[in-house]
């Protein structure tokens, strides 16, 4: 951008900032951006693609939105159902988007998406809501699982078609991830396990016991580190050896998150507070950097590239972490 349009761009920004009720100096703040997301009811996820610079929402409404984030502008608005799409999922190697899909109650799936085109392109009936949902590194897979027995569901991300995969024994899997080269598959269970299979033949590789009961189960970039909620605690463990790392209270914790390196915990709370705790080394979480808002916020997503905000209104923010701030709390949101 010239210095007009950086200019043009702050002022627009600040604008947005100020209807959300944020105190904004946009000579000093260096927000992302922050959208009026369209959005009937709820945004009830975000994902960000940063290679793209790309911001995907879902809600209530059944739309996948997706955002370009530099211009601050809607790109695609895809009615993806009638229903609730209460999460959704990015590939990493092409324009594929996995969005779960539901009444609440009776009707659960997983819908996937070509969002370039517009084009649904298979869908996973489920049982129950699902409990995660993840393409794999490489973008050759999609993991999906939910509250059921042998609820571990591997496809191939392009077509859908199942993995031949040996699944006997596995219970209900919270939580699953795929190695870099699509050779492991690494799975958490809520009876309190971690293990480590060969996805070729399903024979296990390594099974170490852990924590059980842990909901909302996410991991960094390498698989080192898994962090989970168990009621009113956030609780880290290491993924190898399967003992704690940290834990925490998180009472009237809605939405949590952490940043690829499991340096940072985001934690959204229901006064509307926001906390980013700084846990690095497996220290327990320093005192945490909070912010306030009063639009009705629900959920917390953490990017490469941003800590993202989702509101129970039709709003949405960004908030960029940098490269000194990925292993450092976040002291750039606004006073």
Known sequence: MNGLAVQTYRLLLSIALAAAGLPVDPGTLSVKAVVSSGHRGAVLDMAEDVERGLLFSVGEDGFLRVWDTSAGTLMRRIAVTRQ???????????????????????????????????????????????????????????????????????????????????????????????????????????????????????NLIKDVPTVGGLVNVRTSDDRASLVGQSGDEIIGIDAVSGEIRFRFDAGGIVSMDISGDAGQIACLYSDGSLQVRNAAGGALPSPPVAERFDWRPRLVRVTPDAVLVGAMTARSALFPRTATQRSSPVTSLPE
């Open 84 to 202: 609730e799409a209460p999460s959704v999922a990015l590939d990493p190697a092409a324009s594929l988007a996995a969005v779960a899909v539901t009444d609440g109650v009776h009707s659960f799936a997983v819908d996937v998406w070509d969002w370039d085109a517009g084009k649904r392109l298979y869908s996973i009936p489920l049982e129950s809501a699902p409990l995660f949902v993840r393409f794999s590194r490489s973008g050759s897979y999609l993991l999906c699982g939910d509250m059921q027995w042998d609820s571990l569901h591997v496809v191939h991300s392009l077509d859908g078609t199942p993995v031949p995969f040996h699944r006997e024994g596995f219970g209900m899997v919270g939580f699953a991830e795929a190695s870099r080269t699509d050779a492991t598959l690494m799975t958490y269970q809520p009876s309190g396990r971690v293990a480590y299979w060969d996805i070729a033949t399903g």
